[in-house]
């Protein structure tokens, strides 16, 4: 949103003939508080150094696996009491409420968060949940908040606060009512989704100068299906990611994207046993050194391993595997890795410089040029390896498998999304698409089951405390009264408004949202031509004559080879002139194959002692 208004900002001053002007400040929430405290730490006025998220989830998690608590995901369970602190410090709510001790999860979460607070008070720290007005300086004497879905408690309390010493703090919010309204029912939630893809398109091509928004609750779960949708019908390869025609947000987590999955898979080639999937990763992986020249080589060498072994080996072992084929280079780099300090405990920061200098001895990210997408996930990677050094203010010092750990989890947590350059599509969630504006816009998937969403009350909660204070997701009223503003706020956002729902999902008939019964409901069916069709470019070409053969090249086989001929010459020339072979499966325990060569193994050293029946 910050963005989108700064881009605005600017485009209105460009329309106003002006060649140069001061640029806006317009910053997120969070943003801006953390800006505003650490104004107040360089006066004086705040004397706590500021936690980031990734420091108060690793001091949540220490304090679970402490616990008492018998649990089989700490981590998650770390991330749902640090959002439930942040709630009740959002609410103003105590923990020495009475009323917050009325349950057995209760009073384990109050116990937590006073061992929160007493490693913050000792380590001279705060949460961004503790801020408060009388620990931050503001150097603006005018705000604006806009586009607030609802002002909770200790926003309220902050802009009571700020007027007090003469800032003016105001609440905007640009509306665009919309000229044209449309509910459309389908029968099915794929015969939705295709429609909103093609009116997309459509408007896309019929509008030139307009912007299009697909605004999904749950975005997440058609994110794929949706881009490569869009991806098939502009006839764009997926790996451009910089100036396209449509972006789609909510994006994967880092841990996901290839380039950094495939840094994580590298950084356990220093582990006492290396899994085999990790070794075919970074042996054909283009995101390491000679990718291009050694493929051929990496393929034979890493068919010989999984031959060989069962589904790890030592680093040792790869070395040797590794000089039996020739490959110097490689062999080098592995060598080089067996000389990396990996022993004992040691600090985040220490760990990240060795997870850098492996990444560099393997030649990560590699010798091709990376687009868009891969660089800003690089980038994103060099401030990951940042943010897990800081953990040196609240982590102990860890082993090297300890720290993998720890940094996969963050890789996993952070979210990652390629920005593209003048998209004129944007799929957006929700709460993404709340305060932008739009020349049309479509909220798919809103049934009376999905929209107002299902009351969600925190487990860590009693739910009569959450009923009384009216917190998020305590209640069905509280849900529609939430749902029916970010409705109305949705439809004032676009000259056009569409909104659509499925009559049967999941074997369960539903109707339209009560939301938007005002709006005149019209039937669809999924009989009309479709837009969204891959403009696919086919050329044939007949390719039936292999290489010759090269004068160092000798071709075995005998009837296999004919037999191979007869029945497929390709399979022939993959057999006999490309030595292809399947690579080996390997399943948990011992496969067929080593269970009867054990077993032959078995009867010969019985029948050696028994010589006789």
């Not at 309220?156 to 509306?175: E, G, V």
């Not at 295709?194 to 697909?214: K, N, R, T």
């Not at 058609?222 to 098939?232: A, F, G, P, S, T």
């Not at 040792?316 to 000089?323: I, M, N």
Request: charged share 20%.
């Amino acid at each position: 949103l910050a963005t989108t208004l700064k881009a605005a900002y600017d485009k209105q001053q460009q329309a106003k003939g002006k060649t140069c002007w001061k640029s806006l400040h317009c910053l997120p929430l969070q943003t801006w508080l953390e800006t505003a405290y650490e104004t107040a730490l360089l006066t004086g006025v705040a004397k706590h150094a500021l936690l980031s998220e990734s420091q108060e989830l690793m001091i949540w998690q220490s304090i679970i696996e402490k616990s008492d608590e018998i649990l089989f995901k700490n981590r998650q369970t770390a991330q749902l009491a640090a959002s439930t602190y942040r709630l009740l410090k959002r609410w103003q709510i105590p923990l020495d409420t009475t009323d917050l001790q009325t349950t057995d999860d209760s009073r384990v979460f109050i116990e937590w968060a006073k061992q929160f607070e007493s490693i913050c008070q000792k380590r001279a720290a705060t949460s961004f949940a503790n801020i408060t007005y009388d620990n931050l300086v503001f150097t603006e004497k005018s705000i604006q908040l806009y586009a607030f879905i609802e002002i909770t408690p200790d926003i309220q309390s902050l802009i009571d606060a700020s007027r007090l010493d003469n800032i003016d703090i105001t609440l905007s919010q640009t509306t665009l009512p919309a000229r044209s309204k449309t509910a459309l029912a389908f029968d099915t939630i794929q015969d939705e989704l295709d429609a909103m893809l093609d009116w997309a398109v459509e408007a896309y091509h019929q509008h030139p100068d307009e912007i299009i928004a697909c605004i999904i609750p749950n975005l997440s779960l058609y994110r794929d299906e949706i881009e490569n949708k869009l991806y098939r019908h502009f006839d764009i390869d997926q790996q451009i990611t910089g100036k396209l025609p449509f972006n789609v947000s909510s994006g994967t987590t880092l841990s996901e994207t290839p380039i950094i999955y495939s840094a994580l898979k590298a950084l356990s080639l220093r582990s006492y046993q290396i899994p085999l999937d990790a070794i075919r990763h970074v042996l054909l992986s283009p995101f390491f050194a000679d990718f291009q020249t050694q493929l051929a080589d990496n393929e034979k060498l890493y068919q010989e391993i999984a031959d060989k072994l069962f589904d790890h080996c030592s680093l040792s072992t790869l070395c040797q595997f590794t000089k039996r084929h020739h490959s110097d280079a490689l062999s080098d780099r592995f060598q080089s890795l067996e000389k990396i300090d990996t022993k004992g405990l040691k600090k985040p920061s220490d760990w990240a410089r060795c997870f850098s200098e492996i990444l560099v001895t393997l030649g990560w990210p590699g010798d091709r040029a990376q687009n868009s997408a891969e660089f800003q996930a690089i980038s994103q990677w060099q401030h990951l390896l940042d943010d897990f050094a800081t953990l040196n203010f609240v982590a102990p010092p860890l082993s090297f498998q300890g720290a993998i750990t720890h940094l996969q989890q963050l890789a996993a947590t952070r979210l990652f999304q390629a920005q593209s350059i003048g998209p004129r599509i944007f799929v957006l969630g929700l709460l993404e698409a709340s305060g932008l504006c739009f020349d049309r816009s479509w909220l798919f998937n809103t049934d009376h089951i999905t929209w107002p969403t299902p009351a969600n009350p925190n487990p860590f909660i009693p739910i009569a405390l959450q009923r009384l204070h009216n917190m998020p997701h305590a209640t069905p009223a509280r849900e529609y009264d939430f749902c029916n503003t970010l409705s109305h706020q949705l439809q004032n956002s676009a000259s056009h408004f569409t909104v659509s729902f499925s009559h049967h999902v999941d074997e369960q008939v539903r109707l339209c949202s009560p939301l938007f019964s005002h709006i005149p409901i019209t039937q669809c069916d999924n009989t009309a031509p479709k837009v969204l069709t891959p403009k696919l470019k086919l050329k044939t070409r007949l390719d039936d004559i292999p290489p010759s053969v090269l004068k160092h090249e000798t071709i075995r086989g005998g009837a296999a080879l004919l037999k191979d001929q007869a029945s497929c010459a390709f399979r022939a020339f993959a057999n006999w002139r490309l030595h292809t072979k399947p690579q080996a499966k390997h399943d948990i325990g011992i496969d067929a194959k080593t269970r009867g060569i054990i077993t032959h193994h078995i009867l010969e050293s019985i029948w050696q002692q028994l010589q006789s029946h």
